[in-house]
């Protein structure tokens, strides 16, 4: 090789590099602080990164033509891209499974150009320094028979993560020995990108591609579980019921103050009334489905499936419903987005609703819509989502009344936070106002979105008139929600009581892989038997 040419192998090397190192920059709030890390440890990220884009330099340059490592630059710009959209919507980086939730970032209308920053240009600006330096007539082509400098890189490639590699091997991953990082760490993808770089979190994807076509293994029901299943008559709810997801509430935001000023105040007073429970801490356990997944889990007391997204996947599975044990009249979901948005038009069926009401428009007005069409029926069971609090909370954060100074953290968060509760209180109003036919009213987070240690959990309100629920429970589950609401509703008798366990009867043990068991019941359409 002469020198033009390893000098554009080690340019294309470099600029992969510094890609790598911006990705991490922008994703490393979720897992470490860059200028907390050691000198060591700094050394060790940077030298790992060195060793994926030296192997990917090495890959292109074997049959180099510029047409290729232009294509390949491309490629990486749009892989970056991709994961830090779907990070800053989601929390998490693009998996195989994620192609089931590819479209979502467009829930409502500009949402994905907020996700853009200004410096995402430096990735474009690197990838043409690259097209136009090896577009020069001066840098020939790469002959395989001048390959001892792409011998030695090669050689210095596999020192640089040789202990990672070992590592890897010893704890049984001999097809990829970076899987036992990947699979079974913490933080998942987020941290594996970070430490071994987003290079190697591609080449796991494209290594697990197999994974999604075979995901078929299925564990046995256990026996315990037909204890949860019955076949008597469901008797039908004595009230109507609201049941509201409130997009990215958490509960420390819960009977707060900032600056005097409380964050929710009309949820801190709809929880010190004497007929409401309150569950401060409920573990959320959403997973790639994010809204659709807590839909799934409120309504029917199951856990997404393992892999993908449940309301992708499984639109056309029978499920049980707390909709179908209420026995309402008027059965219908309120949402502030298009009906394609995590596939609700099918979902909406699928838990037993007649109608969906899908316009993006403002939680005051899909609330105002809500009360319009209430107060006509005589029985209701009605499921509404917020969406003003979605990330990145620009769009109604001047919206709230709540003044904040800017040295805040998450000041927009909570701004968009204090406007939702304030769209809510005609809600509250009106369920506490209700005399006639009494409403239960249902609050809760769907998923936390914050990514520090605030965001562990989300709250759940059960407002039930003449119920007098107390409770002293400080931690739940999410899946916990739907037994309990069976309970409230009186509905005990409807032949599905949830993989979780009521909180108002905490003598019942709970499964112990409740994941599992949810994941066969989904897979194999088992609710089809109850139809």
Known sequence: ????????????????????????????????????????????????????????????????????????????????????????????????????????????????????????????????????????????????????????????????????????????YKVNPFDAYYREVSMGRIWYATTFSPIAHGMNELLGMRMRNNAHTLPDIPIELYDRLQQKQATHAHANVIIVLFESLESWVINKEIEGQAITPNLDALINDSNTSFVKHIIPQVSMGKSSDAQLIVLTGLLPVNQGVTAMRYMHNVFPSLALASGAEYKKVY???????????????????????????????????????????????????????????????????????????????LRTVHYTDQCLKPLIDYCRSSSQEPTLLVITGDHTTLSDTLSKSVPCIIYAPKKMLHTKVEKAYQVDIYPTLLKVMQCQDYYWQGIGVSWLEQNKERLTNEREVSNHLIMTNFFSNYQ
């Open 335 to 413: 949402v502030p987005t298009p009906a394609s948005a995590w596939n609700q038009e099918a979902m909406t069926l699928a838990y037993g609703f007649d109608s969906l009401y899908a316009k993006t428009i403002s939680d005051r007005m899909l609330v105002n819509q809500v009360l319009n069409d209430i107060k006509k029926q005589e029985s209701f069971f009605v499921l509404m989502t917020t969406m003003a609090s979605h990330v990145p909370f620009k769009e109604y954060a001047d919206s709230s009344t709540l003044s904040l100074p800017s040295h805040i953290k998450y000041a927009d968060y």
């Open 1 to 172: 090789m002469n020198k033009n040419t390893r000098g554009l192998y080690i340019l294309f090397a470099l600029i992969v590099w510094i890609k790598c190192i911006y990705f991490a920059l922008n994703i490393s709030d979720a897992t470490f602080c860059f200028e907390e890390l050691s000198i060591a440890s700094l050394i060790r990220l940077l030298t790992t990164y060195a060793a994926f884009a030296s192997l990917l330099a090495w890959l292109c340059f074997l049959y180099y033509h510029k047409v290729v490592a232009a294509v390949v630059q491309v490629l990486i710009d749009l892989w970056l891209v991709a994961n830090l959209l779907y990070y800053r919507s989601f929390h998490d980086l693009l998996s195989v499974w994620s192609l089931d939730a590819a479209g979502e970032l467009q829930l409502y209308d500009g949402i994905v150009l907020p996700y853009l920053h200004w410096g995402d240009i430096c990735l474009l600006i690197l990838s043409l320094i690259w097209i136009i330096s090896s577009t020069r007539p001066i840098f020939p082509k790469y002959q395989r028979t001048e390959g001892k400098f792409c011998i030695c890189t090669l050689t210095m490639t596999i020192l640089l993560f040789a202990p990672w590699c070992i590592a890897g091997a010893r704890a049984g």
